[in-house]
């Protein structure tokens, strides 16, 4: 079965620092890949995607991700963080299982800013 | 224009109450998930509508939970006999197809279970 696995369960940086969240997923095939972003007390935000074609992909707030096959990551950066970005972020994958599209999420990085 | 809207926001019910959860999909979106998200589970996939197929039920943790979706739009989900173990953010979300689609989340309901 797939499975997201995000190693970092917190991570502090400070503002203005860069950021990388990252995100190792385990599938035979190439997957369908985001990154969302849960503020307190509000729902998931999608920040961006990855279905095919160049493996940098752009998304809002400033963020990106680069998808590694090689590495089976797609990990989040983002070169300078606002203390906006302080937030829980979560990886998923979604497959095809029988015409299923369900998203299959790793446990989240909670992100604190600090000044 | 208007997202995936929840109701109620938050729900506190007593142990064996029977509890039903609301879901309003964005206009046109065919597809319909119910997640959950928990502290000692994380983001949980419990439910899929899409169109008029017959939905997967693959994620619901037990014969207490159950879902419907009424006229391709509203959704509701029902749990009988609630437990502690059911306290959590249910999550409702909707995209316009398949697996290529962005899924729109709603604010979620906080089910308290006492």
């Known amino acids: 079965a797939q499975s997201v696995t995000q190693p970092d369960i917190h991570i502090t940086v400070s503002e203005g620092a860069s950021l990388e969240l990252r995100c190792n997923y385990s599938?035979?095939?190439?997957?369908?890949l985001f990154w969302y972003v849960q503020s307190p007390g509000q729902g998931l935000q999608l920040l961006l995607k990855?279905?095919?074609?160049?493996?940098l992909v752009q998304g809002i707030k400033g963020f990106e991700a680069e998808f590694k096959r090689s590495q089976s990551s797609f990990n989040l950066r983002k070169p300078s963080v606002h203390w906006s970005d302080a937030a829980e972020y979560f990886c998923a994958v979604s497959i095809s299982n029988f015409g299923n599209e369900k998203l299959t999420f790793g446990t989240g990085t909670r992100l604190t800013i600090i000044p | 224009g208007a997202g995936v809207s929840q109701s109620p926001s938050n729900k506190v019910t007593e142990k064996g109450k029977d509890v039903e959860l609301r879901c309003d999909p964005i206009?046109?979106?065919?597809?319909l998930y119910w997640y959950r998200q928990s502290l000692g589970q994380g983001l949980e996939f419990l439910i899929y509508?899409?169109?008029?197929?017959?939905?997967?039920k693959s994620g619901l943790p037990s014969d207490r939970f159950s879902a419907e979706r009424t006229g391709g739009s509203v959704s509701t989900l029902t749990i009988q006999r609630t437990q502690q173990e059911d306290s959590a953010v249910y999550l409702c979300?909707?995209?316009?197809?398949?697996?290529?689609?962005?899924?729109?989340f709603g604010p979620g309901t906080r089910l308290t279970v006492l």
């Open positions: 979300a909707s995209s316009s197809r398949g697996r290529s689609d962005t899924q729109y």
């Open positions: 206009s046109g979106h065919t597809a």
């Open positions: 509508f899409q169109g008029n197929s017959a939905p997967d």
């Open positions: 599938y035979g095939a190439t997957p369908y």
């Open positions: 990855y279905f095919s074609g160049d493996t």
